[in-house]
């Protein structure tokens, strides 16, 4: 799955770079990105959400 | 001016973001030394070069609020997921950590550190900041601003390679324990261990109860001791003075005939028949070491009296017919002349750690507290902790077994670390531990870590503590009565 999200972020780059005009789609593909980074932080630590220290 | 100076700093920001942190752990660390990412690291890794693209995409679309409002989440999660990375190894010893290190810290702890400078910067840059900055077209980039694109562009092919490598395409996903990298598709290992069902959960492994009686089983015949013997109780009372609270723990000081009886706050002084009480305070258990509720007590050397809560902190108090009321105002909600606080803090535990206590016992022969773990909804270990009195350290920690010339015989797969033990006393190298889970009376053998003995008491109501007097033991419940056994 980051070998998705980083393609997606190559080709987030590429149009913010080379195909300026399609601002829209480079930003939806850029919060698709947050989201899977999101996702995928929390899936992988979902046994214990919050930092595992005392509290 | 400041216009081209607010960009060039961008630009050089993303540059460095994309080289150092990204590119070097994908180019020199991944490709060269070997270094594979976590599932962990690739996200932290992953949110630094999302913050690198949002920061390509103010160059060029100027800084709009949404990605000004973007890049300040994906960092502030960033420093979250430092954190919560950092934290699964920030207790450990000196030099211990996961995976790579690099100056002295391992890579998870400079992701927190690459966040915090990136959630800096951008205050900076939203200092810089005007509103005529705001772009409507897109903006052409100067060539530094083009090379920090194509750096980027570089850094992120190369990290793709790596995940490809090391986590595989879709839906394969990071590891918690990864391979080292190679360029050799022999060597490559795709996983879907992190897609398979686990519960979902806030705290993890540190949610764990506070200790409570409510539920605990009291028959001595469903104990995991097959046939344990009966002793009888050979006078019961009640405590002749009144107490805020239920008493907590029990013990006895020969030197000056007084009993002590801790409760979830208060210390008592009392007469040696338990009628009288001669002096007593209730501990402000906050705002300093958390003391929580007092477990055990005991008596330690020169008149010393020790609480020690369920959490392990302690207090150490003398008595002290002059101690000054106003002084004292700090550490006692009420009575404070008698009684002086000496010190306050914890004790720290290995085999404990992830566990409460309910007793606590002193042991004159070796100058040393013991304290005993009770079970709890995530551990289920019974544990003796031996904390040296000079220093208050732990000095030994183990579990129990059975003696082999006690006669005593457990239960099929039954184990002693079923008992909950809530009071304990020490004498002549033993200690009697008294469990409130099948009010047995347990006899230890501090030497060789055995139970050599262990006894069913009828008529017990959740007892919290016991204190040895002489030949007798006094063990106290939760409702202020004693019940008297003999020592055997």
């Given amino acids: 799955m980051e070998f998705l999200n980083l393609v997606v972020i190559f080709a987030t780059a590429y149009l913010v770079l080379r195909k300026p005009e399609k601002e829209r789609t480079a930003f939806r593909l850029l919060v698709f990105s947050v989201l899977l980074m999101v996702f995928l932080f929390s899936m992988a630590t979902r046994t214990g959400l919050l930092p595992g220290v005392n509290y | 001016m400041r216009r081209n100076a607010l960009y060039s700093t961008l630009a050089l920001a993303v540059l460095l973001l994309a ?80 995976s790579a290190e690099i100056l002295g810290a391992h890579t998870y ?110 028959d001595p ?3 995991p001791i097959a046939r344990v013997p009966v002793i009888p109780v050979k006078q019961q009372f009640t405590i002749g003075f009144p107490i805020a609270g239920t008493p907590t723990d029990l013990a006895y000081d020969p ?88 010190s306050r803090s914890r004790f720290g535990t290995v085999r404990a750690r992830m566990m409460y206590v309910m007793s606590a016992a002193y042991d004159p022969a070796t100058n040393s507290i013991y304290t005993v773990t009770v079970p709890n909804n995530k551990v289920k270990r019974l544990v003796l902790s031996r904390f040296d009195r000079r220093d208050m350290t732990l000095s030994e920690e183990f579990s129990l077994t059975v003696g082999a010339a006690s006669g005593l015989e457990l239960s099929g797969e039954r184990t002693l670390d079923e008992f909950v033990v809530t009071g304990a006393t020490i004498a002549d190298g ?12 347990l006899t230890i053998d501090l030497a060789t870590h055995t139970v050599i003995a262990a006894h069913a008491i009828p008529g017990l109501a959740r007892p919290t503590g016991i204190a040895v007097k002489g030949d007798d033991l006094y063990i106290v419940g939760e409702n202020g009565v004693i019940w008297v056994v003999g020592r055997e």
């Avoid at chain 2, 033993?430 to 009376?441: P, V, W």
């Fill in chain 2, 255 to 342: 030197a000056t005939a007084q009993f002590l009886v801790t409760t979830q706050r208060g210390i008592y002084l009392a007469d040696e028949t338990l009628a009288k009480m001669n002096r007593y305070t209730v501990v402000d258990v906050g705002f300093s070491v958390d003391l929580g509720r007092f477990g055990g007590g005991a008596f330690l050397d020169k008149g010393a009296v020790l609480a020690v809560g369920e959490n392990k902190s302690y207090v150490l108090l003398r008595p002290n017919d002059k101690a000054d009321a106003g002084a004292n105002f700090r550490y006692f909600l009420e009575s404070f002349d008698k009684f002086d606080e000496m």
């Fill in chain 2, 19 to 98: 080289v150092i942190p990204i590119g070097v752990a994908v180019f020199l660390l991944g490709f060269i030394y070997g270094d594979s990412p976590c599932v962990m690291c690739w996200e932290q890794r992953i949110g630094m070069a999302l913050v690198a693209l949002i920061g390509l995409f103010v160059l060029r679309y100027g800084p709009k609020p949404k990605y000004i409002g973007l890049a300040v989440l994906v960092a502030a999660w960033g420093v979250f997921m430092g954190i919560r990375h950092t934290g699964m190894h920030a207790a450990r010893d000196v030099g211990q950590g996961f």
């Fill in chain 2, 109 to 218: 702890t400079w992701a927190l550190f690459i966040y915090w400078v990136c959630v800096a910067t951008m205050g900076v840059l939203l200092l810089m900041t005007k509103k005529e900055d705001i772009e409507d077209e897109p903006r052409t980039l100067t060539p530094l601003e083009s090379l920090a694109g194509v750096v980027f562009l570089v850094v992120i092919a190369g990290n793709i390679v790596q995940a490809f490598a090391s986590t595989g395409p879709p839906p394969f996903m990071g590891q918690g324990d990864p391979v080292r990298f190679s360029f050799a598709p022999s060597h490559w290992v795709w996983s879907l261990d992190e897609w398979s069902p686990a519960p979902i959960s806030l705290r993890g492994r540190w949610a764990i109860d506070k200790p409570s009686l409510e539920a605990v089983p009291v």
């Fill in chain 2, 221 to 223: 015949v469903s104990g």
């Fill in chain 2, 430 to 441: 033993r200690m009697y531990a008294i469990s409130a889970a099948y009010n047995t009376l």
